[in-house]
């Protein structure tokens, strides 16, 4: 049996990068995929693209900072497959400025997006899962949660989503919906490309490379799963042991 027969998940950020590679694997293991982005053309794709391969998806216009967004998103999933059983918080951007510098139109931004997004999402779907009797929420946050880096907001926001994520698995434990984080390292994407510091990561690692995105996907997977049925309020670090230390 596939790891998530009969599940219905939404998955922000979906139309590229990680997270369409994470909705790509959820459906490979038996879930129906809600694909969400403000990214419509990119995210019709990945869902036809499901489809084609013999999965079940379908993609919904989502701003993570509106709440009128989730609201409609989760109307639409409901008329679609009756519920919400996963949640993956996946959607984030970054202005990489220290704090002399970080305008507070870009932090406030940053901070909408990569935390207020996942509270949104938290929100929204905590009653559905409720009533379904339980769920796994997935946020994705970054090794830059467990350290410090030189860019105020991204760190900031990200440090945010383990806190949050920590405080909804609390609330959330009695109703039977586990909520985690999955702290990537440094990931090749489209938008990070010939970024300096992407090529340069791989030998500050301990394993001597960058994660793939279908590393990361993996691991989100597990949380998601019944395999991880006893997991709650965990940060999950995918970095090759980068916030372990650096090799020497």
């Known amino acids: ?116 997004g996942p509270l949104l999402g938290m929100q929204t779907v905590a009653p559905i899962m409720r009533r379904r009797g339980g769920g796994a929420i997935v946020n994705i946050a970054s090794n830059a949660a467990l350290r410090g880096i030189r860019s105020a907001a991204y760190c900031a926001s990200k440090w945010g989503v383990r806190g949050l994520t920590k405080v909804a698995a609390l609330e959330f434990a009695a109703a039977g919906i586990r909520v985690n984080t999955v702290c990537p390292g440094v990931v090749p994407t489209e938008l990070n490309a010939g970024q300096p510091y992407v090529a340069t990561t791989g030998a500050k690692t301990p394993m001597g490379r960058i994660a793939t995105a279908e590393e990361i996907a993996k691991a989100v997977l597990f949380l998601a799963s019944d395999s991880s049925s006893f997991i709650t309020g965990m940060d999950m670090p995918v970095d090759g042991g980068m916030t372990v230390g650096m090799p020497s």
């Open 1 to 116: 049996m596939a790891q998530l027969d009969g599940r219905i998940a939404v998955v922000t950020g979906g139309s590229r990068g990680i997270g369409a590679t994470i909705g790509r694997a959820f459906a490979r293991e038996g879930a129906a995929v809600v694909i969400c982005d403000l990214l419509d053309e990119r995210g019709e794709g990945i869902a036809d693209e499901i489809n084609r391969a013999g999965g079940s998806a379908m993609f919904v216009h989502l701003d993570v900072t509106a709440q009128t967004d989730w609201h409609a998103m989760a109307a639409r999933v409901d008329a679609w497959r009756g519920g919400i059983d996963v949640l993956v918080n996946n959607a984030g951007i970054n202005v990489r400025t220290g704090i002399e510098n970080v305008g507070l139109d870009d932090w406030n931004r940053v901070v909408a997006v990569n935390l207020t």
